[in-house]
């Protein structure tokens, strides 16, 4: 059974920082384009950092380039991907989910239909 279970969300001060990590169990990890998405109540889901299995292509949101980062390798012994949130905003609240398998390129960051989800993590970012 695959399973991605994210952590590390929380509360936050604007302007502070946060680590968030998916594990991933089930499917060999490094083999799979992986990505950060995010959904704010109200609004639909958007791609805010993905990452090709390769390292070759990674996409981060326009608004988000400089202020968050992605690991440029998934190969790690943890089975994690990271994502690393600074300058964190108020328009940076959301609920935010990590997936195995979307279309990566530096221009796209988009889910496929056998994609696997967590559950999630919220955070929070308080003015």
């Known amino acids: 059974e695959v399973q991605l279970v994210e952590s590390g969300g929380g509360l936050v001060q604007a302007g502070g920082s946060l680590r968030l990590s998916c594990t991933v169990s089930?499917?060999?990890?490094?083999?799979?384009?992986v990505g950060w998405f995010r959904q704010a109540p109200g609004k639909e889901r958007e791609g805010v950092s993905c990452i090709s299995w390769t390292g070759r292509s990674t996409y981060y949101a326009d608004s988000l380039k400089g202020q968050f980062t992605i690991p440029k390798s998934i190969d790690n012994a943890e089975n994690t991907l990271y994502l690393q949130m600074s300058s964190l905003k108020t328009e940076d609240t959301a609920m935010y989910y990590c997936a195995t398998g979307p279309r990566v390129t530096s221009d796209i960051c988009r889910p496929v239909a056998d994609s696997y989800w967590g559950q999630g993590t919220q955070v929070s970012v308080s003015s």
């Open positions: 089930g499917l060999t990890f490094r083999h799979y384009n």
